[in-house]
């Protein structure tokens, strides 16, 4: 799309929250919904009618990848979410993976690359790709990123060091399955596609270190995101980018770097302080606090409204183009589901104060 598409919804004054797995868990059959690509894009469509929105963002499912490369080299159902490689995966791992990449997805991601083709040919709405970023796929497979990530900011290299070197294949191996993804959500029709990077944060990179000139987060977080930019400018396609992880500034300015039609940041970011961090060609996205919503205790809905309102007054004041949004994608909780969705309805304004909550 042409960029002046997003700005021109962000000068619309749109609010939205990311809330598709909310409008799945209004349907009973929300588990064969999931498997089923024309159903998931009708709930997508439902949420961006719901909500007020053309942006037809998916459920923010960050195991989908996971699970196909573990589907992959054949590692059982019951093991996939407990499995971490504990050394850098061999040749034959690789070869597995390259044999299966031109296969068939699974059902849940293929329902996925279903439900964006329904929204492309069936709706007027824009079609959006979801896709974990590589090193939050990589804090998925392996056991403990934090110690051999320091250890390589020291300057210890892959020939050193076993972990070094389990970080480094891991992370080749995990954008073989990501451009595998992404290729499919684009030619299903994805004019975009949403890059899901909470793991690239200070957690993980220690910010002594990139002070002292480590170039760990070029090289494990910035090199396979400009790549998978470069993959999506090669067609066309938008990038959304997104991190909700615990920033330092230098972090931010990186993921600007990737000129994204769209950054969502989380609720521990300032948007207006960003806003001197980020091109004005860049929506910023977000950031009320939505992982509380669950819990009045933790945030009320008039307590939404009034935050919304203050971060849309400070970003008017520093003029950046922005979208009120939620932090990342709302989750539904068991028991706390008309909760959550009073709040999320809130950012969309549809809840307009505390007594009509």
Request: glycine share 6%.
């Amino acid at each position: 799309m042409e960029r002046e598409y997003y700005l021109n919804l962000a000068a619309k004054g749109l609010r939205m929250p990311v809330g598709a797995d909310l409008i799945l868990h209004e349907h009973p059959n929300a588990e064969e919904i999931l498997v089923d690509g024309k159903q998931l894009g009708k709930v997508i469509e439902e949420t961006c009618r719901r909500f007020d929105t053309p942006l037809a963002f998916p459920r923010m499912d960050l195991e989908l990848e996971k699970k196909m490369l573990m589907d992959m080299i054949g590692i059982p159902k019951e093991d996939v979410a407990k499995f971490h490689f504990t050394s850098a995966p061999d040749q034959e791992i690789f070869d597995k993976v390259v044999k299966h990449l031109d296969g068939p997805l699974m059902p849940a991601m293929q329902a996925q690359v279903d439900a964006i083709k329904y929204i492309a040919e069936e709706t007027d709405l824009l079609p959006i790709g979801m896709c974990i970023g590589p090193f939050s796929l990589l804090t998925k497979i392996i056991p403990d990123p934090i110690t051999p990530v320091a250890i390589a900011g020291m300057g210890i290299t892959a020939d050193e060091d076993p972990e070094v070197k389990l970080v480094e294949e891991s992370l080749r191996l995990g954008m073989m399955i990501i451009k595998r993804n992404i290729q499919a959500q684009i030619d299903a029709g994805a004019k975009a596609i949403f890059i899901a990077e909470p793991a690239a944060n200070k957690v993980y990179f220690s910010p002594n270190q990139i002070e002292s000139g480590a170039d760990t987060f070029e090289r494990y977080v910035m090199a396979n995101n400009r790549e998978i930019k470069s993959l999506l400018e090669s067609h066309g396609v938008d990038l959304i980018f997104h991190c909700c992880g615990e920033l330092i500034d230098f972090m931010v300015e990186q993921f600007a770097s990737l000129d994204p039609a769209i950054m969502s940041l989380g609720s521990s970011r300032k948007l207006w302080e960003d806003a001197a961090l980020v091109s004005d060609a860049t929506v910023l996205y977000g950031n009320l606090p939505s992982k509380k919503f669950y819990s009045d205790d933790l945030i009320t809905v008039q307590e939404v409204i009034d935050t919304g309102d203050e971060l849309v007054a400070k970003m008017q004041e520093v003029n950046h183009p922005f979208i009120l949004g939620s932090e990342c994608d709302v989750l539904s909780v068991r028991g706390c589901h008309d909760t959550i969705m009073k709040k999320a309805d809130a950012i969309a304004g549809r809840v307009l104060s505390l007594s009509a909550s």
